[in-house]
């Protein structure tokens, strides 16, 4: 029982902090659930925090919308904090629809991003063994290339 107060606890700061963005951004409850892609409603119950079941991807929607809203503001409006915790957001969750995100690495080597996905889709069971596939090829490929440049040099 008491996780569910927390959870009604946490809800209710939460839609009061979504209402105070949204009022300082002078949107409506319409105009917010029109660019978040949801009902009017559902903005008003996480708001008011009656929305104990509020689908996440609802909660979601509407902090994506609030968000792109703010940054489309002149940084030098918001606070430091609010100004910082954008930039971790942005690092963490780009805009929704930007084309470079796409193709951006998650890694400094983007081929190294193709051998975790590889390892992620073996059994636990079969890691050990694909993990000796790797190191023999990797073995296998540096004492090849050792020796061309022993020739070459």
């Known amino acids: 029982m008491s996780r569910d107060v927390e959870w ?6 939460f839609g009061r902090q979504e209402r105070r963005v949204r009022e ?22 996480l708001e008011a925090g009656r929305g104990l079941a509020t689908p996440l991807l609802v909660v979601l929607k ?40 796409a193709g ?5 080597d983007a081929e190294l991003e193709d051998i975790v996905r590889l390892y992620r889709r073996v059994p636990d069971g079969q890691r050990q063994t694909f993990l000796s596939v790797v190191r023999a090829a990797a073995q296998a490929l540096s004492t090849r290339n050792g020796g061309r440049e022993r020739e070459s040099g």
């Not at 009604?8 to 700061?13: D, P, Q, Y």
């Not at 949801?38 to 119950?45: K, T």
């Open 8 to 13: 009604g606890e946490w809800l209710r700061a």
């Open 24 to 45: 300082f951004l002078g949107l409506s409850q319409d105009q917010l659930a029109r660019l978040a892609g949801v009902s009017q409603g559902a903005v008003s119950r």
């Open 62 to 101: 509407i902090n994506l919308a609030l968000r792109a809203s703010l940054r489309d503001l002149d940084p030098a409006l918001l606070s430091d904090d609010l100004r910082r915790v954008l930039e971790i957001e942005e690092r963490i969750s780009p805009r929704v629809g930007d084309p470079s995100i």
């Open 104 to 108: 951006a690495p998650l890694t400094k």
